[in-house]
Nanobody, 122 residues
């Protein structure tokens, strides 16, 4: 059974940084595409960043150059380094994974974590 556990969320001021971590179990992260989503209560969940099996990345336009997604396959861990955070980045952030690059097919990933809250104050 696949489990994804996020950590690293918290409260920061605008302009600050956070690094989110997602530890995967029950799957081989080197053979899966992984990514991050976020959701604000009452709004649609939106994709933030994704990483395919070859290490190619895909970012949402709103990320600009502020976020960096990376993976340590030896640790089965996915990261999201978030710099220059803005109040609009406040959301619950979710880790996700699947065996194919869902974003290229307009699909959603199969596996999801429980989320970690990020709050950015102005």
């Amino acid at each position: 059974e696949v489990h994804l556990v996020e950590s690293g969320g918290g409260s920061v001021q605008a302009g600050g940084s956070l690094r989110l971590t997602c530890v995967a179990s029950g799957m081989d992260s080197s053979r899966h595409c992984m990514g991050w989503f976020r959701q604000v209560p009452g709004q649609m969940r939106e994709a933030v960043a994704a990483l395919d099996k070859l290490g190619r990345t895909d970012y949402a336009d709103f990320v600009e150059t502020r976020f960096t997604i990376s993976k340590d396959s030896a640790k089965n861990t996915l990261y999201l380094q978030m710099d220059n955070l803005k109040p609009d980045d406040t959301a619950a952030y979710y880790c996700a994974a699947d065996s194919f690059p869902w974003w290229s097919f307009g699909r959603e990933p199969q596996y999801w974590g429980q989320g970690t809250q990020v709050t950015v104050s102005s």
